[in-house]
């Protein structure tokens, strides 16, 4: 089986990969991206293919633990997101104010998202 193969999925798994990469795309993600992610999901939630041979046993807590372990970064990423004070609700040109203030190296060529997250790296090293 070739490198990057999707035979030793099931039905659920692709259809659920299917699903998470529309929702992806939708955002405006490239479609190549939105794939990669999907599949990352699948495989943390499932641990990966699941037909017979496959070759990847994980055990029933440890699939458990994955999907509990993503809901929860779900959650609290939405909840941060709906803060009113979230980096988020911020237009770019506050944000790139608040990294020269920091002095960010490469913030000119930043887009929003990159921003957030090195404003975040930042407080986070702080």
């Known amino acids: 089986m070739a490198i ?3 035979a030793k999925y099931t039905a659920a798994q ?3 990969a299917r699903h998470i990469e529309e929702s ?3 955002k405006g993600i490239s479609p190549e991206k939105a794939a990669e992610i999907a599949w990352a999901t699948v495989n943390k939630q499932s641990g990966g293919g699941e037909r017979s041979g496959s070759g990847t046993h994980t055990s029933a807590r440890e699939k458990k633990a994955a999907r509990k372990d993503s809901a929860k970064n779900a959650v609290a990423t939405r909840k941060e997101k709906a803060s009113s004070n979230s ?3 911020h237009t770019k040109e506050y944000l790139l104010q608040r990294a020269r203030a920091l002095h960010i190296a490469g913030r000119s060529s930043m887009n929003k998202p990159e921003l957030i997250l090195a404003l975040r790296r930042e407080a986070s090293t702080s």
């Open 14 to 16: 692709k259809r659920k």
């Open 24 to 26: 992806y795309e939708q």
């Open 4 to 6: 990057g193969s999707k």
């Open 87 to 89: 980096l988020e609700s």
